[in-house]
């Protein structure tokens, strides 16, 4: 039997591209053109702000001086396991060399970007563990500058929480710009700091599109909509508890989908009926993010069997996956597409964005299907060397040859019969696809008004 859609979302969140994608290039020419007053024009106008773009170090530590001790400690907590969990991460990949061939070797090196940029949301909601989820990875992968930057409120600029993790996670400088002019200001290498060469973190549509522009010019870490959750769930699951972790994940935004996939319809028909009580009990302004993000796109999914819900969360590669089931084994074993998965009733969502290690900068809009979050290595690049002997050039410079002769590219093969006469003045080799009997290099090298000396010492 297909599934079945006990509630069904009546939008999907896309926004307004089109006025947003114009918005936001006309933004980006300006500042680029006009440098660091036009961004702080831009503070003015979008946060009201007027104070200096880049916090000095008095601005800095009278922020950390207003953060109470106890949310001190709770960032050191989750500092130390998104650290630990960064270090793990790194030390996952390694640097290696390979003897290909006798004498042919091949390496593989990890190198820190050199500069990278932080995008921390601070409008709507102050996103403290962006800060450390952003900043702390990059820093353990090794990048040499760090610029963190957030939006400013206009009396009392940048959350101090957000500039006490922002500093413990080893930023080296904090910019008080949110929106198109903070990414923009990083990009362009604003404020007498170095241009970034990635810029990470979320935020919101108009963010989401200035790194979307920028890509190519900078690298970043994924073109993320709206956050989006959804809930295995099976008999043995509590509705009370799948009915708050929806509504956790529903406040961040009024176009944020959460979903339950569930093979008990009574389960199914309980948590539409909390939902409701669940919301209103909210603050306001979370309250209205979570009406508007249930009405209009929460779904609850009725399946016969485990494995067409494992199908149907597949299909919707989630952003963040919660398993509240039995046999959470053949969960993580059977489920493909998800940022993060959560296994069991023990974990949440909540504990994953805040403060138990793994990265919340995850990919949005089924994009699961094809890349996972944020990482330490989104700020290294792999990249490969060789060597080799004279002896173990010999055998890759026929094979170069005769391959580069049947592309048709003769100056590729002419970079290697120049080696093979200089290194075996007085072999023959097979350098053309249809040669079987051995031909000297000379003919191919006379022909294109090639000299080469005398055979030096080989290596």
Avoid at 219 to 226: E, F, N, R, T, V
Avoid at 229 to 240: E, F, G, K, M, Q
Avoid at 415 to 441: M, Q, W
Wanted: hydrophobic fraction near 40%; aromatic fraction near 6%; glycine fraction near 8%.
């Amino acid at each position: 039997m297909p599934i079945r859609y006990l509630k069904k979302a009546t939008k999907t969140a896309q926004s307004d591209s089109k006025s947003v994608n114009h918005t936001v290039e006309q933004i980006l020419d300006e500042i680029e053109t006009g440098g660091d007053q036009i961004a702080l024009n831009y503070a003015q106008k979008f946060d009201s702000y007027a104070g200096p773009a880049l916090m000095d170090e008095h601005a800095i530590l009278d922020a950390i001086s207003r953060v109470p001790e106890k949310v001190k400690r709770d960032i050191d907590f989750a500092h130390q396991n998104i650290e630990r969990f960064a270090i793990a991460q790194k030390n996952a990949m390694s640097e290696f060399e390979i003897e290909v061939q006798p004498g042919l070797f091949a390496g593989q090196r990890m190198i820190p970007v050199n500069a990278a940029g932080c995008y921390i949301p601070g409008g709507r909601y102050s996103h403290i563990a962006s800060a450390l989820m952003t900043v702390t990875t990059a820093k353990v992968a090794g990048v040499k500058h760090i610029t963190a930057c957030s939006p400013a409120h206009p009396k009392h600029g940048i959350h101090p929480a957000i500039v006490y993790a922002a500093t413990k996670a080893g930023a080296h400088n904090i910019l008080a710009l949110g929106g198109v002019q903070g990414v923009a200001s990083m990009a362009f290498g604003l404020f007498n700091l170095p241009a970034v060469d990635i810029i990470v973190g979320p935020g919101n549509q108009f963010v989401a599109e200035a790194k979307r522009q920028l890509f190519g010019r900078v690298g970043i870490d994924m073109i993320a909509g709206p956050t989006d959750s959804l809930i295995l769930a099976d008999n043995t699951a509590d509705p009370v508890i799948i009915a708050a972790d929806l509504v956790s994940q529903a406040e961040h935004g009024y176009n944020s989908p959460v979903w339950l996939v569930t093979n008990d319809r009574d389960l199914a028909l309980r948590v539409i009926q909390l939902m409701p009580d669940q919301i209103s009990n909210l603050p306001d302004v979370n309250r209205k993010n979570a009406e508007s993000a249930w009405r209009d796109y929460g779904e609850v999914i009725l399946c016969d069997t485990v494995e067409e819900m494992a199908q149907t969360s597949d299909e919707y590669a989630p952003e963040h996956l919660t398993v509240q089931a039995d046999n959470l084994h053949w969960w993580l074993s059977r489920l493909t597409c998800y940022g993060s998965l959560f296994l069991g009733e023990e974990t949440t969502v909540a504990f994953g964005d805040k403060a138990t290690g793994t990265n919340h900068v995850l990919p949005t809009s089924r994009s699961a299907r094809y890349t996972g979050g944020l990482s330490v290595h989104k700020y290294m690049k792999l990249v490969t060397y060789q060597r080799a002997t004279r002896a173990g050039s010999q055998g890759v410079a026929q094979a170069t040859a005769r391959i580069s002769r049947m592309e048709g590219m003769e100056g590729h093969a002419r970079a290697a019969d120049i080696r093979l006469k200089k290194y075996f003045p007085d072999k023959r080799f097979e350098l053309h696809p249809n040669d079987d009997h051995g031909s000297s290099v000379d003919s191919s090298l006379s022909s294109a008004g090639v000299s080469v000396g005398p055979a030096t010492s080989s290596a």
